[in-house]
């Protein structure tokens, strides 16, 4: 299943934690936006994982599944072939 993180964290240090165990196993394509292929058992510890690095009364952390028929629509204004294709790009 294919899915939009966007988080919205406001503590630094559990911002830092929540972005680098999404760039373990997603692309980042934003600064606090990021997409993921997941399969159930995945995302079932993923959300396990994270959720020891929020506070609920100020942080967001936010999952859009995107449905196969939305990914065929989405589209990106760049050369990027198309959402979730993870990109190399050489500094």
Not at 50 to 55: E, G, I, N, Y
């Given at each position: 299943?294919?899915?939009?993180?966007?988080?919205?964290?406001?503590?630094?240090?559990?911002?830092?934690?929540?972005?680098?165990?999404?760039?373990?196993?997603?692309?980042?394509?934003n600064l606090s936006v990021f997409e993921l292929d997941l399969s159930k058992a995945r995302l079932k510890k993923l959300l396990f994982d994270?959720?020891?690095?929020?506070?609920p009364n100020t942080d967001s952390l936010r999952f859009y599944r995107i449905c196969a028929n939305c990914l065929e629509n989405s589209f990106e204004l760049c050369q990027k072939a198309s959402p979730f294709q993870a990109q190399n790009f050489v500094l």
């Open positions: 299943m294919k899915y939009l993180i966007a988080y919205d964290i406001k503590n630094s240090k559990r911002r830092k934690k929540i972005a680098d165990e999404l760039e373990g196993i997603g692309y980042r394509v994270l959720s020891k690095h929020l506070d």
